[in-house]
């Protein structure tokens, strides 16, 4: 198969070491792959050549993933998204669908279920196990602060008043990964 009929792909990831991996993956299957590393680069290699599928980081220095989804979206509405984070959570991850994304996975993944969730046809899967253990406090603390973060845009001062809470202590547990269920 010739580069030109290859499937676009667009990896966006700060973490360079990640890209590189990740890049050589998903060459050996099949795509041709071009990186960025922040929204900005992703966004001209996207109005150059629009890619069929995206992987993209959610959390990187600027603009979130969100921010590019909409925009890949904006470019090319048949392009196929799926957002890779080490920062999932319910909030981010119901936006990342309500904004285009076709499937949400959380870090570490391998590049045999990232094929796949780009090849998924946006069904839900019914037969999904759903867990019988109730979340962690400290795993719905960072849910609600998401989903507040969420509501207000990303705005790390509005959310902390909303939470009633310092502005410097949001930002720590933000810097936190989040708690495993």
């Given at each position: 198969m010739s580069e030109l009929d290859k499937p676009g792909l667009l990896l966006v990831d700060d973490d360079e070491t990640f890209l590189s991996v990740l890049s050589r993956a998903m060459e050996k299957r099949g795509f041709s792959v071009q990186c960025a590393n922040c929204v900005e680069d992703a966004l001209l290699l996207a109005a150059e050549n629009?890619?069929?599928?995206?992987?993209?980081?959610?959390?990187?220095?600027?603009?979130?993933?969100?921010?590019?989804?909409?925009?890949?979206?904006?470019?090319?509405?048949?392009?196929?998204?799926?957002?890779?984070?080490?920062?999932?959570?319910?909030?981010?991850?119901?936006?990342?669908?309500?904004?285009g994304a076709i499937h949400y996975l959380a870090k570490p993944a391998k590049a045999d279920e990232i094929a796949a969730a780009?090849?998924?046809?946006?069904?839900?899967?019914?037969?999904?196990?759903?867990?019988?253990?109730?979340?962690?406090?400290?795993?719905?603390?960072?849910?609600?602060?998401?989903?507040?973060?969420?509501?207000?845009?990303?705005?790390?001062?509005?959310?902390?008043?909303?939470?009633?809470?310092?502005?410097?202590t949001l930002q720590r547990k933000l810097a936190k990964k989040p708690a495993r269920n």
């Open positions: 629009s890619p069929e599928y995206a992987v993209i980081d959610l959390k990187m220095p600027g603009d979130s993933g969100l921010v590019l989804i909409k925009k890949l979206k904006e470019i090319d509405e048949a392009t196929r998204i799926v957002v890779l984070t080490g920062y999932a959570s319910i909030a981010t991850a119901v936006e990342a669908v309500k904004l780009l090849q998924r046809d946006g069904e839900g899967d019914v037969s999904a196990s759903v867990s019988t253990n109730p979340m962690s406090v400290d795993r719905l603390e960072w849910e609600h602060i998401q989903s507040v973060l969420a509501e207000h845009g990303g705005n790390i001062s509005a959310t902390a008043r909303s939470l009633n809470m310092h502005r410097r």
